[in-house]
């Protein structure tokens, strides 16, 4: 941590300080975190807060850096592998730390991109209260498709097809396919898997 920060308490799982800046610790934590061998996702301001993402199979987290705290949790790990126009195949930190919430199946990846300013990899699945019955095979309409973003501003979208297979409360997998962007309708299709925290 830089010199002359003091950790003073904590609320509620944020660290609260004193003695530094954000842009010092967040310059902090990038550094630390890719000497440890972690790939590392930044973005945000001082302005603002910094959101950071790092992530190393099979961890990975999330931290919020803002004036007087930082605040952090442990987050699930979705493979994503796109196909068509901008093909991608990576492991990226999920958005969520918990894959069902209020009953609920809604996972997915809301992490910066370097590829360009603002850029950002992106996707959401979900399946309302109303229609998930647990473990199982999910198909369309019932699933809610967030647009797919592969690291640049393109967003892919509106899938002729998606099919959903969860296998427990943490883990599950998923392939959609006929996806457009919504300005030059190039074609992409998306499949891969997750897994949150503890899984397995």
């Known amino acids: 941590m ?4 003091a950790v003073v308490g904590d609320l509620n799982g944020q660290a609260i300080w004193s003695g530094g800046t954000p842009q010092a610790i967040n310059d902090a ?3 630390e975190a890719k000497a440890a061998g972690y790939t590392v996702f930044a973005g945000g301001s001082a302005d603002s807060a910094f959101n950071l993402y790092f992530l ?7 931290a919020t850096v803002m ?6 949790q442990r987050v699930g790990i979705m493979h994503v592998k796109a196909t068509g126009t901008e093909p991608l195949d990576m492991d990226l930190p999920m958005a969520n730390d918990k894959q069902i919430v ?3 199946l809604d996972v997915g990846v809301d992490a910066p991109s370097d590829k360009c300013t603002g850029c950002s990899y992106g996707i959401s699945l979900r399946v309302s ?4 019955k647990g473990p199982g095979a999910y198909d369309l309409p019932v699933i809610e498709f967030g647009a797919l973003q592969v690291g640049t501003k393109n967003n892919y979208q509106l899938p002729t097809s998606c099919h959903i297979v969860v296998a427990d409360d ?3 997998t998923f392939d959609c396919k006929g996806l457009r962007e919504q300005g030059s309708q190039a074609p992409e299709g998306v499949s891969g898997s997750w897994a949150t925290p503890n899984a397995g």
């Open 2 to 5: 830089p010199p002359g920060l």
């Open 29 to 31: 934590l990038l550094a």
């Open 56 to 62: 190393k199979p099979p961890n990975a987290f999330r």
């Open 67 to 72: 004036e007087g705290g930082v605040q952090g």
């Open 102 to 104: 209020f009953g609920d």
């Open 129 to 132: 209260a109303h229609d998930f």
């Open 170 to 172: 943490k883990t599950g």
